[in-house]
């Protein structure tokens, strides 16, 4: 049985082509963002690779003038100012002097009965 390897996008990508809402499509542009961008591209149904097997390098198309310098050794790349490390947290840290103390948040708000709700977003 031939085995081959992927990187995470790609293989991503894949898991989405075969079993995923793209099932069935020839055509997939995949954009993953964790603690690195990147991305895959679908082309009639096969993994795109340019030459030497490589895949697109999404992160690293420069967007920022005169941006910080990145792993890769270039500057202003996508990934330098968007990727997970260089995302702020969305919720600092608490920290609680004791298990005791807690934070306390207020009730979420009560539906109005007299208002119809949607179940669709």
């Known amino acids: 049985m031939p085995l081959r390897m992927e990187n995470d996008a790609n293989a991503a990508l894949l898991g989405e082509a075969f079993a995923g809402d793209t099932r069935g499509r020839k055509i997939v542009v995949m954009l993953t963002l964790g603690t690195r961008i990147g991305g895959a591209v679908l082309l009639d149904g096969q993994i795109y690779h340019s030459a030497g097997s490589a895949h697109p390098e999404i992160g690293h198309i420069a967007v920022q003038p005169n941006g910080a310098e990145c ?11 968007a990727a997970g490390p ?7 840290a608490l920290k609680l002097a004791s298990t005791a103390a807690r934070p306390s948040f207020p009730p979420p708000p009560r539906a109005n009965p007299k208002q119809p709700q949607s179940s669709t977003l």
């Open 71 to 81: 792993y890769c050794g270039r500057n202003n790349c996508f990934e330098i100012i």
């Open 86 to 92: 260089a995302r702020p947290s969305p919720m600092p």
